[in-house]
Nanobody, 114 residues
Framework: QMQFVESGGGSVQAGESLRLSCAGS????????IGWYRQAPGKQRELVAL??????SYSDSVKGRFTISRDNAKYGSFLEMSSLEADDTAVYYC?????????WGQGTQVTVSS
């Protein structure tokens, strides 16, 4: 398996929380940086959270609401999302940073209703 597998998405109301997970494989375990990306309908895919070693960074749109961490047991990552907003509606993916086209998975859909 060379693709990340994302899970944990769903449909929620604005203000609620979700926890996303992505699982990688030992074949890609040496990735130093893992990022969470999202793509909303009609928009380009964007990086929203990044973990590099023990350092994290976030896009302005999610800063203070999202938290990224590593899942070392599954060679992947978690994305804790709180205070969700309608603009957070998108398909969420994880990948290396910069992304490797081989690693893109199917993503997980997050839908936030206002």
């Amino acid at each position: 398996q060379m693709q990340f597998v994302e899970s944990g998405g769903g449909s929620v109301q604005a203000g609620e929380s979700l926890r996303l997970s992505c699982a990688g494989s030992p074949k890609i375990v040496r990735i130093h940086s893992i990022g969470w990306y999202r793509q909303a309908p009609g928009k380009q895919r964007e990086l929203v959270a990044l973990i590099r070693g023990s350092s994290t960074s976030y896009s302005d749109s999610v800063k203070g609401r999202f938290t990224i961490s590593r899942d070392n047991a599954k060679y992947g990552s978690f994305l804790e999302m709180s205070s969700l907003e309608a603009d957070d509606t998108a398909v969420y993916y994880c990948n290396a940073s910069p992304p490797n086209r081989i690693y893109w998975g199917q993503g997980t859909q997050v839908t936030v209703s206002s």
